[in-house]
C-alpha cells in the first residue's frame, strides 16, 4: 500500500474517531 493511503487511513480514521465529520471537511484538513 502506499505510503500516502496509509497516512489518508490514519487521518480518516482519526477525523471518524473524533467525530468531526461535518459540512466542511475542509476545515478538518486544515485542522491537520
Known amino acids: 500500500m502506499p505510503q500516502y ?3 489518508a487511513e490514519k487521518v480518516y480514521k482519526k477525523i471518524k474517531e473524533d467525530d468531526l465529520f ?3 471537511p ?3 484538513l ?3
Open 22 to 24: 461535518s459540512d466542511t
Open 5 to 7: 493511503l496509509m497516512i
Open 26 to 28: 475542509t476545515e478538518h
Open 30 to 32: 486544515n485542522n491537520l
